[in-house]
């Protein structure tokens, strides 16, 4: 169904960047994605979405997506009387909950060290605030095993994928979400890049949401979570009970 | 067959997890144990998050003890007064249990906490089950040795408070089952247990209750408190999964009617011998993740509320 909508939307994106010739449009650069709603439902097991657009003219293009900013903390361990125990503590303001990166040459080929941080291009370069009192010595590893830890959940993508082409002008790339992924408003930025500059950049919203009954039950622990609580033990009560029943027979 | 669990916001198998609940439940039936302190470790290494598992777990606790006690209360093994009096004390513990963890978890010390619970609870009782039922096989071989008094009378006995029990033919200080009722009802929140691994032990051997009315009665006290954790943990902490807890006890109960069949065929001295192997081997296990240099020595925690 991706590749059919994929065809429709890419016509669609040419047919679109037709006024772009000569045009007054100096952006040259449209983008969008298969869906703007990803919904997590009792099935989920994580989903790809198809990224695409066409350029006016020749360029490469970089994309970043990025989950809602959140609070991470994040604790180290050391080594006491034989066991690992934490004992240090770091917290970080403005952590993209979920973080994906490609790119259609590698990046530091494309853009200068200074860019890619202004831009917040790869996971490195992104402005994690610390709070607390770290020695900055010691905050580089907690913000290298933040990333680490986040890679290892799926939630990081630190090698950037691919952005293919077609002919000069179509692109496409596919990012995946895995099945932990963060809910939340989702920001999909393009980047058109030439001769080391970024000359148009694009966002294209996208949201990650709970539907169906996961969804309810989801909403239901935190809205009324007395009452989940009292039906969580009903249930309990009743399956147990009905079970104690039931096997007497046998 | 995957299913998304929204709770612990992860996909998991659900054949993987009815036979996780069916493989405990057959243990727990032939043990005549709840097996929390099995499920619990199992769901942290299939990666729930131990905050999760511990909450959902006791939650199914709720469901096994239910299916358990209605078969001890036809035959009249229950004693309701020992049992309210341990609930008391139960649900004064496992409250303070559930602040604590609370408390540990914003310190980033729960999983410490839960795991260190784990192996000096599994070791004690370990060694004492298995130093018990290593005794009492030697004695079943050489019938010859002598039989031990009913109960010793220790200075526990000469506590205030008296209280007659007549159900286990006991006259005790209430004192002493608040005590325990207490002390587990701590250890059942923060380790997601029903803690009949230690109720029984400590109602046999300090208590000095008959040994045919300690599992009903426990079973009928656990229900109470794991109900208490279950609420207060879904009040508090939104930590409790109804369907990670419904897809266990579903395997759970109809595993445990299996375990049960099989108690019957089995010598207890021998049954508890296992058991007690077993239990080390576990707080063996969980000692071994704690030492065992970790992969990545940072972690993404949760903090305090803001």
């Given at each position: 169904m991706i590749r059919r909508g994929l065809k429709i939307l890419m016509l669609a994106a040419v047919l679109f960047l037709a006024p772009f010739h000569g045009g007054p449009h100096a952006q040259g650069l449209v983008a969008d994605s298969s869906s703007q709603l990803v919904a997590i439902t009792t099935g989920f097991v994580g989903t790809d979405v198809l990224l695409f657009g066409a350029i006016e003219s020749p360029g490469d293009i970089i994309i970043v997506v990025r989950g809602p900013a959140r609070r991470e903390v994040v604790r180290r361990k050391g080594r006491h009387a034989g066991i690992w125990i934490n004992e240090m503590e770091a917290s970080f303001h403005d952590v993209p909950s979920y973080y994906w990166l490609a790119s259609s040459k590698p990046i530091e080929t494309l853009l200068r060290p200074a860019s890619l941080k202004r831009h917040g291009i790869g996971a490195q370069n992104l402005p994690f605030v610390a709070m607390g009192k770290v020695a900055p010595d010691d905050l580089a590893g907690f913000r290298a095993g933040l990333i680490r830890n986040k890679v290892f959940n799926g939630l990081y993508t630190v090698r950037p994928r691919d952005v293919s082409f077609r002919g000069q002008h179509l692109f496409r790339s596919t990012v995946y979400f895995p099945s932990n992924v963060p809910t939340g408003a989702y920001k999909v930025r393009v980047f058109f890049v030439r001769d080391g500059r970024v000359i148009s950049a694009q966002t294209v919203p996208l949201t990650i949401a709970k539907i169906g009954l996961g969804a309810d039950v989801y909403r239901f622990a935190h809205a009324s979570s007395a009452l989940y609580g009292l039906l969580a033990i009903a249930i309990a009560l009743f399956v147990g009970l009905f079970a104690g029943v039931i096997f007497r027979k046998v | 067959m995957q299913i998304y669990l929204p709770i612990a916001e992860i996909s998991l198998d659900v054949f993987l997890l009815l036979a996780m609940g069916g493989g405990v439940g057959f243990l727990s039936g032939l043990f005549g144990v709840g097996g929390g302190f099995l499920m619990t470790p199992l769901l942290i290494f299939i990666g729930v998050s131990p905050a999760i598992a511990v909450a959902s777990e006791a939650n199914q606790v709720v469901a096994a003890s239910a299916s358990g006690v209605l078969a001890h209360m036809r035959r009249g093994h229950v004693d309701f007064k020992m049992g309210s009096v341990l609930l008391a004390g139960g649900i004064v513990g496992s409250s303070l249990g559930v602040a604590i963890y609370s408390l540990l978890r914003s310190m980033g010390q729960l999983d410490l906490v839960i795991s260190l619970s784990y192996v000096a609870f599994l070791g004690i009782i370990g060694s004492l089950m298995l130093g018990e039922s290593v005794r009492a096989v030697r004695r079943r071989v050489r019938p010859g040795a002598p039989r031990r008094k009913l109960h010793q009378h220790t200075w526990l006995h000469g506590l205030p408070f008296k209280m007659r029990?007549?159900?286990?033919?006991?006259?005790?200080?209430?004192?002493?089952?608040?005590?325990?009722?207490?002390?587990?009802?701590?250890?059942?929140?923060?380790?997601?247990?029903?803690?009949?691994?230690?109720?029984?032990?400590?109602?046999?051997?300090?208590?000095?209750?008959?040994?045919?009315?300690?599992?009903?009665?426990?079973?009928?006290?656990?229900?109470?408190?794991?109900?208490?954790?279950?609420?207060?943990?879904?009040?508090?902490?939104?930590?409790?999964?109804?369907?990670?807890?419904?897809?266990?006890?579903?395997?759970?109960?109809?595993?445990?009617?299996?375990?049960?069949?099989?108690?019957?065929?089995?010598?207890?001295?021998?049954?508890?011998?296992?058991?007690?192997?077993?239990?080390?081997?576990?707080?063996?296990?969980?000692?071994?993740g704690l030492a065992v240099t970790p992969e990545d020595i940072y972690s993404i925690g949760t903090g305090p509320e803001l």
């Open positions: - | 029990f007549r159900k286990s033919k006991l006259y005790i200080s209430v004192i002493l089952p608040l005590a325990i009722g207490f002390f587990v009802g701590i250890l059942s929140a923060i380790m997601g247990v029903g803690g009949g691994f230690i109720i029984v032990p400590a109602m046999i051997y300090v208590l000095g209750m008959p040994t045919i009315t300690v599992v009903g009665t426990s079973l009928f006290q656990i229900i109470f408190v794991t109900a208490n954790v279950t609420f207060l943990q879904a009040f508090h902490n939104q930590t409790v999964d109804v369907v990670l807890a419904l897809i266990l006890l579903t395997g759970g109960v109809i595993g445990a009617q299996f375990g049960g069949l099989f108690a019957h065929r089995l010598p207890g001295e021998y049954l508890r011998l296992l058991l007690g192997a077993f239990v080390l081997f576990v707080g063996a296990m969980i000692l071994f």
